[in-house]
């Protein structure tokens, strides 16, 4: 069965300052990687996937995502935070041929001013 | 072109009502979902319809759980003698499938809370 690990459950961080947050995943298949972004009190919007192909993924808001196969992560950066950048962040994994994201407990990103 | 909508968004209830939620699915879409998220944890797979046909049930699906798509458009889901363990944010989401990679679009979620 697969999961996902998010090791951080909250992470401040200066505005202007770079990020990473962390991702593991498990799966005895090849997967699909996501990560989305929840507002407070909304749904999810995607901020990408790795689907195939280069590892290095770029999304919306500034954000990429490097995934490493050996290692099993799928880590989240961005350069520069800005204050809009406070949410929660969840990173999820899709085995091929399954419909069912499953999500790991979520990166609250918390920017001081 | 609109997207996933769920009403109500905030539903509180007493212990033992039955609630049902709506999703309206973006249009064309043949496959929903439903997903479940408490506090403090990422959303968990309730189950998923393509067209009118449930495709899987996830065990989270208790008996007092049932989920519809009569049409193949908009789907409801049911939750019978709510407990307080039911509070949690109820997602719907929706996908086109045509054979390969289908990405799902989340709506903004209903909030259930039990009293």
């Known amino acids: 069965a697969q999961s996902v690990t998010q090791l951080d459950s909250q992470v401040p961080v200066f505005e202007e300052a770079p990020v990473e947050l962390r991702c593991n995943y498990s799966?005895?298949?090849?997967?699909?990687l996501f990560w989305y972004v929840q507002y407070p009190n909304q749904g999810l919007q995607l901020l990408l996937k790795y689907l195939s192909g280069s590892t290095l993924v770029k999304g919306i808001n500034g954000f990429e995502a490097e995934f490493n196969k050996s290692q099993t992560s799928f880590h989240l950066r961005k350069p520069s935070v800005h204050i809009s950048d406070t949410a929660e962040y969840f990173c999820?994994?899709?085995?091929?041929?399954?419909?069912?994201?499953?999500f790991g407990t979520g990166t609250r990103l918390t920017i001081i001013p | 072109d609109t997207g996933v909508s769920q009403d109500p968004r905030h539903k509180i209830t007493k212990r033992g009502q039955n609630v049902t939620f709506r999703c309206d699915p973006i249009?064309?879409?043949?496959?929903l979902y439903w997903y479940r998220q408490t506090l403090g944890q990422g959303p968990e797979f309730l189950t998923y319809f393509q067209n009118e046909a449930q495709l899987e049930k996830s065990r989270l699906l208790s008996d007092r759980f049932s989920a519809e798509r009569p049409k193949g458009s908009f789907s409801t889901l049911e939750i019978q003698r709510t407990e307080q363990g039911d509070s949690a944010m109820y997602l719907c989401?929706?996908?086109?499938?045509?054979?390969?990679?289908?990405?799902?679009?989340f709506g903004p979620g209903t909030r259930l809370t039990v009293l």
């Open positions: 989401a929706s996908s086109l499938f045509s054979g390969s990679y289908n990405e799902q679009f």
């Open positions: 999820a994994v899709r085995e091929f041929g399954n419909e069912k994201l499953t």
């Open positions: 249009s064309e879409h043949n496959r």
């Open positions: 799966s005895s298949v090849s997967v699909y």
